[in-house]
């Protein structure tokens, strides 16, 4: 008995050996089959199974300027293996726009799978299909006509703000900003996204706030670790069990409010209906969580799941992209006094000395040179610094293969800051935004491009003026001489050391 279980567990030794040498040979087949193809694209040195990982860097603050130096070449793109994985960083114009350009390559790749328990597979994790659908249902909710009822959001909201900052803000060491501000785009975007606000800048809702930045943090992490980042490796780390508990504790943040306003809905009475039309009679269009709660997907309403996946993804999108562009925004204005006088001097002339004057769409509407600022803002400062595809199947570049399974990772932070499509690049020029005779349209994507550009860009321009406007007619913003913000790149843009500006009193 004792022999005849040896030879048992002889021959299956045997066969998980010949299943891992059969794993191994089509992975290693796999790759050397990109690697083929993708021959004309300039390669980064690369060691035996890590393959270019030190080349990329090992932190997030490394792999920004080690993108630049690997891009660096005529092709402005680079050929990456790390492990089994291939993929291709380019700030190559015309690649770029093809791949965004395509219909075919619109699915993000495998990195997004890292927001997956949080998200789910909403618009901005999911693809194909499932993505065109959804994207043809929410579209509607960020109709101009729905973005004008946002603004009284963000003029109260950004009010706020002026006070707490007027309270706080004046410290003579200064303050990071940044914290400031992503309270208040809270509030703002769950105001608009959801119809309730989580009161951030009032210090309440602190698990959900706090949920929120503390899975950011937790994600930024895990994708610089090789460990970490293989969804089979993730659980068996601590990490993943305390991820797991924020998001049990925000989905029960959103399943609450999604769940108090269909009780609300349900509740109306035909003359509370009959209140949702305009002056003229005409049926008001529906906010974003309104909208999701009265759509249908071939005949059949969201479930609860799927309304949750899109109202987190705004709640995510909604208020990260903008908090980091703001807090950026004026820490350059700070820095450049005279380009922030030029946009208080046009303020005034709107505003003339009434700091407390609501805004108006027509009040943002006339802030056309506070646009350029922001405008280049966030050429300097995209809040998502790459976007990642992947490409499902064989497909045709300039007489050129782009492999299946390969990812595309399309690095906006280097062509917004390549100076062959911009003179000056590293400069803070506002005014470059005015000349609109350059073909390069696709060397200055902030809000990515093609049919997944970014649905909230209007929204996002919108709320960028209200709030940078009112804190332009209420502080002076002065630079602190020995800050310098520490940037670390992930889905979206961070500082690894806050944004810290000093304010004065107008």
């Known amino acids: 008995m004792f022999i005849y279980n040896i030879v048992k567990m002889h021959y299956a030794l045997q066969i998980v050996a010949a299943v891992v040498v059969v794993f191994l040979t089509v992975k290693f087949l796999s790759v050397f089959r990109k690697r083929r193809k993708l021959s004309w694209i300039p390669s980064a040195p690369r060691l035996p199974i890590i393959g270019s990982l030190f080349e990329v860097g090992e932190n997030s603050t490394e792999i920004i300027t080690n993108f630049i130096r690997l891009t660096d070449n005529p092709a402005k793109s680079v050929y990456l293996e790390i492990g089994f994985d291939c993929g291709?960083?380019?700030?190559?114009?015309?690649l770029i726009e093809f791949v965004l350009n395509s219909t075919q390559l619109i699915n993000k790749s495998w990195d997004y799978q890292m927001f997956h328990d949080w998200l789910g597979t909403g618009l901005v994790t999911s693809g194909g299909t499932k993505w065109k659908k959804r994207r043809r249902i929410i579209t509607p909710a960020f109709h101009f006509s729905i973005l004008i009822q946002f603004i009284e959001s963000f003029d109260q909201n950004g009010k706020k703000l002026i006070e707490i900052l007027g309270n706080e803000g004046t410290r003579p060491e200064g303050i990071d900003i940044y914290s400031y501000i992503t309270n208040c785009a809270l509030d703002i975007i769950s105001e608009s996204a959801m119809g309730v606000s989580v009161k951030s800048q009032e210090n309440q809702n602190k698990e959900y706030v706090d949920g929120v930045k503390n899975l950011l943090s937790s994600i930024l992490d895990r994708s610089f670790s090789?460990?970490?980042?293989?969804?089979?490796?993730?659980?068996?780390?601590?990490?993943?069990?305390?991820q797991r508990r924020i998001v049990k504790s925000l989905h029960r943040f959103t399943d609450t409010v999604i769940e108090n306003r269909v009780k609300s809905l349900q509740g109306k009475t035909e003359k509370n209906v009959e209140k949702d039309v305009d002056d003229v009679g005409k049926k008001k269009k529906l906010a974003f969580l309104d909208?999701?709660?009265?759509?249908?997907?071939?005949?059949?309403?969201?479930?609860?799941?799927?309304?949750?996946?899109?109202?987190?993804?705004?709640?995510?999108?909604?208020h990260d992209t903008t908090s980091f562009a703001i807090s950026m925004g004026l820490y350059l204005l700070a820095k450049y006094p005279s380009v922030q006088t030029t946009a208080r001097n046009e303020l005034n002339e709107i505003f003339g000395n009434d700091k407390s004057k609501p805004t108006t769409i027509e009040d943002l509407n006339n802030m056309k040179y506070l646009e350029l600022v922001i405008k280049e803002i966030i050429r300097l400062y995209p809040s998502v610094p790459y976007i990642l595809r992947e490409v499902t199947k064989d497909t045709e570049y300039k007489g050129h293969t782009l492999p299946k399974d390969t990812s595309i990772g399309m690095y906006i932070y280097g062509i917004n800051r390549d100076p062959t499509y911009h003179k000056d690049p590293e400069a803070f020029i506002?005014?470059?935004?005015?000349?609109?005779?350059?073909?390069?349209?696709?060397?200055?994507?902030?809000?990515?491009?093609?049919?997944?550009?970014?649905?909230?860009?209007?929204?996002?321009?919108?709320?960028?003026?209200?709030?940078?406007?009112?804190?332009?007619?209420?502080?002076?913003?002065?630079?602190?001489?020995?800050?310098?913000?520490?940037?670390?790149?992930?889905?979206?843009?961070?500082?690894?050391n806050g944004v810290r500006i000093k304010l004065k009193k107008l």
């Open 226 to 242: 090789l460990w970490k980042v293989n969804p089979y490796l993730f659980p068996l780390t601590s990490d993943y069990w305390y």
């Open 88 to 94: 291709v960083v380019t700030r190559d114009h015309d």
């Open 430 to 496: 506002p005014e470059r935004h005015l000349d609109t005779s350059s073909k390069n349209h696709f060397a200055y994507i902030p809000f990515s491009a093609g049919p997944r550009n970014c649905i909230g860009q209007k929204f996002a321009m919108l709320e960028m003026k209200c709030l940078i406007s009112k804190i332009l007619r209420n502080f002076e913003l002065l630079p602190d001489p020995s800050y310098e913000p520490v940037l670390a790149m992930n889905a979206v843009f961070k500082t690894l």
């Open 291 to 318: 909208l999701l709660l009265n759509s249908t997907i071939d005949g059949k309403p969201l479930t609860k799941e799927d309304i949750r996946e899109e109202v987190d993804t705004f709640m995510f999108e909604g």
